[in-house]
Every structure is written in structure tokens, then in C-alpha cells.
Nanobody, 132 residues
Framework: QVQLVESGGGSVQAGGSRRLSCTAP???????????MGWFRQAPGKEREGVAF???????SYADSVKDRFTISRDMRKITQYLQMNRLKAEDTAKYYC???????????????????????WGKGTLVTVSS
């Protein structure tokens, strides 16, 4: 069973940066790149929304609210996915979840459009609090 573990959450001032990590310790390095993976976030009282995704082809997708501020990437050797968050705003405050799809044909753009229902595996989430 695929296991996802997030880390890197915490408090940061508006305008600052934070990097989230998501590891998949049970996944062999040679197969890690076959998963379409990404990040969702959920603020209190709001729906869970897609943030950024990267697919098996290396293509990425981003929500309009984070485009040009967030960057998703993968380290194939470390079997780790990252979400680099820059110029953070108070509205970015949320619990961030790492997720992955078992569908080998899932594209980053498709994952962004499908929302939570398009993912098969989830991490427990890590809280990011942006203060102003």
C-alpha cells in the first residue's frame, strides 16, 4: 500500500516562504515517477482544493490562486515531492495534503480539474499558518 508522509508545515509571516515535503517510503525509486502526485489544501470551513500537481510526464499544473508563487517538484533519488511556497499570503493558511493517483494516464491538468475524487492515496496533512 502506498504511504504518503508530509512535513514542513508551520508558521510563517506574510511575504515569506515555506517548503513542504511529501515522501513515499514504500515506493521503489524506479516506479516513483509513474504516479501523478500533488498537493491539496483545506482551510477551516472551506472545501478541499487542488493546489499543484506533477504527472508521470513531468508536466505540472497550478491553481490560479498560487500560480507564479508556488512550485511543485520531485526528487527521484530521494523519492520526495516538494511544494515550494513563496510570497505567502494570509489566504494561504490551510492544512496541506499530499495526494497521489494510481491511474498511470492521469495528467497534472486532469488532476487539477478532478479535485479530491481524482486521488487514491493521501497523507495526513500538515498545517501552514501565515500571519500578517
Amino acid at each position: 500500500q502506498v504511504q504518503l508522509v508530509e512535513s514542513g508545515g508551520g508558521s510563517v509571516q506574510a511575504g515569506g516562504s515555506r517548503r513542504l515535503s511529501c515522501t513515499a517510503p514504500a515506493v521503489p525509486a524506479f516506479s516513483y515517477g509513474t504516479y501523478c502526485m500533488g498537493w491539496f489544501r483545506q482551510a477551516p470551513g472551506k472545501e478541499r482544493e487542488g493546489v499543484a500537481f506533477v504527472d508521470s510526464d513531468g508536466s505540472t499544473s497550478y491553481a490560479d490562486s498560487v500560480k507564479d508563487r508556488f512550485t511543485i517538484s520531485r526528487d527521484m533519488r530521494k523519492i520526495t515531492q516538494y511544494l515550494q511556497m513563496n510570497r505567502l499570503k494570509a489566504e494561504d493558511t490551510a492544512k496541506y495534503y499530499c495526494a497521489a493517483s494510481l491511474d498511470p494516464s492521469m495528467t497534472a491538468i486532469q488532476a487539477l480539474g478532478l479535485g479530491p475524487a481524482g486521488m487514491d492515496y493521501w497523507g495526513k496533512g500538515t498545517l501552514v499558518t501565515v500571519s500578517s
